[in-house]
Structure formats: C-alpha cells, structure tokens
C-alpha cells in the first residue's frame, strides 16, 4: 500500500480570463505562492478547485500546470468529481500519466449510490488506474458511512478519506482497532485543530488555500505537541471561515485571496461572488488574523 501524505494540503483555485478560459499565468503564480508557505503538498481539481466545472481537458491542464510548478517530491493529489465510472476512470487514467500521487475521489453525486455500488465503484476506479485513493467525503446524498468504509478497506489503494464532518471524523477515527492502516484528513474548517486531535493527519481544505501559512503553523504547532498555541492559531482562523460556510462557494474563496492581493479572479458562472457587505467581513477577518492591513480610516 503506498504511503499517504501528511500536513497540510491547499487546494489550488483555478484563475479564468475574461473569456473564461484558465488564466494560466495567475494559475502558476498562486501555485508559487502556496508553495512558499512551506505546504506538505498540493491538490488540484477539488471543490474549492471548481473541478465539477472543468472539463477533462482542463483539468488535465491544471494537474500539468501545478506539476510543473511544484518541488520535485511534493506530494500532488488528483481531485476528481465525476459521475460515473467511466469518466471517473478516464480522469483518474489523464492524471496518473501526468504523475500524479493519488486520486481525491467523490462518490457519485446525481443518482448516488448502494453500499455495494459504491464499493463496485472505487474497486473498478482502483483496477484499471492502480493510483492510491483518497475518498472525498463530502456528497450529501451519498455519504459513506463507518461501515461501508470499513468494507471498501478491502481495495489495496484505498489510502484514505477526507472528512468534513468532525463528528463523522471521530467515527471514522474509532474504526482503527479493526481496520487496516488508512489515513484521515481533515476538511472541517472550523475545528482543524480538533480534528488532528481526533486522528487526522493532515488537512486537504479551502482554509489551508486561504491561510496556508497559518495552517502550517498550526500543524506544526500540533506535532511538535505545542497545543496551547496550535488553540491559539484555530481562534483566529474560526473567524475568517464563518464569512464563507454560506454561498456562494468558492467564489468567497476567491475573493479572500484577491483581498490579500493574491488576484485569481471570479467564479466560472454560474458562480457568483460575495456582495460588499461580505467582502468588508471577510477584510476584516483577515486583518483581525494579521493576514492583511486594516483598511485605513
């Protein structure tokens, strides 16, 4: 079974043109960025990623542009949000060619699926890519339960999941005395300190794109067994990920980062972007956390 990476993981948002193409030049340059904040690794074609937005090709484009972009031996994960087996494969196949170390998988989102059919689901996805996979938990009409993971462990590459939930989390943490070896990483932005108490091991999560640096301090803070100022650390994160839990997501997202100068542009429409009102928030809840200057007076 392949080795699971560990720390903090940003999700990579996808700069676009005017003319809605992807703004390859913005693209590498918040890559370069992330990478600066001393990130564990990467991870491309997510939610935060807009990857239900892109097509195969341009998530293809992506993975190419981040590989390109990252260290050599940074972990890059695949994120892929596709429908059925087929695309899911064919997504899965374009990425490993490019030499990506994992696959961040949803399950089926439209039609959801039996506990049998998602096992069939990630079984076939591992058999013909023979990439390790993370599952990306996070389908609400089609969770995987404790138990069904448990039986998914059975497939080889199965690595790990991704958990939004803390409480799911901890229920996903209290199977190890039965299971074999996995890997959880956090995606509850709000409690990323507490979820790296309860077992996870890293977090793949927009709050890791939107405070990378603060993320990683935390998480160092966490394993060199300093909890008091990793605490300190998720009291000034809290803030800034209550101005997006609402829509419209990732546009928020977005907009943090062209607050810190870091200009990626809009949402791929549909998506909207956050009003004034929310943009003065989310300001403010930078500057609180020391992520930009107060606006003057």
């Given amino acids: 079974m392949a080795v699971a990476p560990r720390g903090?993981?940003?999700?990579?948002?996808?700069?676009?043109?005017?003319?809605?193409?992807?703004?390859?030049?913005?693209?590498?340059?918040?890559?370069?960025?992330?990478?600066?904040?001393?990130?564990h690794g990467l991870s491309s074609g997510g939610s935060t990623g807009e990857g239900a937005l892109l097509s195969d090709q341009e998530l293809r484009r992506c993975l190419e542009l981040v590989s390109e972009e990252k260290p050599a031996g940074m972990p890059l994960l695949a994120g892929i949000i596709r429908n059925s087996t087929r695309d899911v494969v064919k997504a899965g196949l374009d990425a490993k060619s490019i030499g990506v170390d994992a696959l961040l998988v949803t399950p089926v989102f439209y039609y959801g699926a039996t506990a049998e059919g998602n096992f069939n689901f990630f079984k076939e996805i591992a058999r013909q890519t023979r990439l390790p996979i993370i599952i990306y938990n996070v389908v609400p009409t089609n969770?995987?339960?404790?138990?069904?993971?448990?039986?998914l462990l059975e497939i080889d590459e199965l690595i790990g999941i991704k958990q939004v939930d803390p409480v799911a989390?901890?229920?996903?943490?209290?199977?190890?005395?039965?299971?074999?070896?996995?890997?959880?990483?956090?995606?509850?932005?709000?409690?990323?300190?507490?979820?790296?108490?309860?077992?996870?091991?890293?977090?793949?999560?927009?709050?890791?794109?939107?405070?990378?640096?603060?993320?990683?301090?935390?998480?160092e803070l966490f394993e060199g067994g300093d909890q008091k100022g990793a605490m300190e650390i998720q009291h000034k994160?809290?803030?800034?990920?209550?101005?997006?839990?609402?829509?419209?997501?990732?546009?928020?997202?977005?907009?943090?980062?062209?607050?810190?100068?870091?200009?990626?542009?809009?949402?791929?429409?549909?998506?909207?972007?956050?009003?004034?009102?929310?943009?003065?928030?989310?300001?403010?809840?930078?500057?609180?956390?020391?992520?930009?200057?107060?606006?003057?007076?």
């Fill in 143 to 151: 969770l995987i339960s404790p138990e069904t993971f448990l039986k």
């Fill in 169 to 219: 989390l901890a229920e996903f943490d209290s199977l190890r005395p039965a299971a074999r070896t996995f890997t959880i990483y956090a995606a509850c932005d709000q409690l990323l300190y507490s979820s790296y108490v309860a077992g996870a091991a890293g977090a793949i999560s927009a709050l890791s794109t939107v405070a990378p640096e603060l993320c990683v301090r935390q998480w």
């Fill in 8 to 39: 903090i993981i940003p999700p990579v948002v996808v700069p676009f043109t005017v003319d809605d193409r992807i703004d390859e030049k913005a693209f590498r340059r918040e890559v370069a960025y992330l990478v600066k904040t001393g990130i």
């Fill in 237 to 297: 994160l809290v803030p800034i990920v209550r101005t997006y839990l609402q829509k419209p997501f990732p546009g928020k997202i977005k907009e943090l980062l062209n607050l810190q100068g870091r200009q990626v542009g809009t949402g791929r429409p549909p998506l909207e972007m956050p009003d004034a009102q929310q943009r003065d928030e989310m300001r403010k809840a930078l500057a609180d956390a020391g992520l930009l200057q107060p606006a003057k007076s």
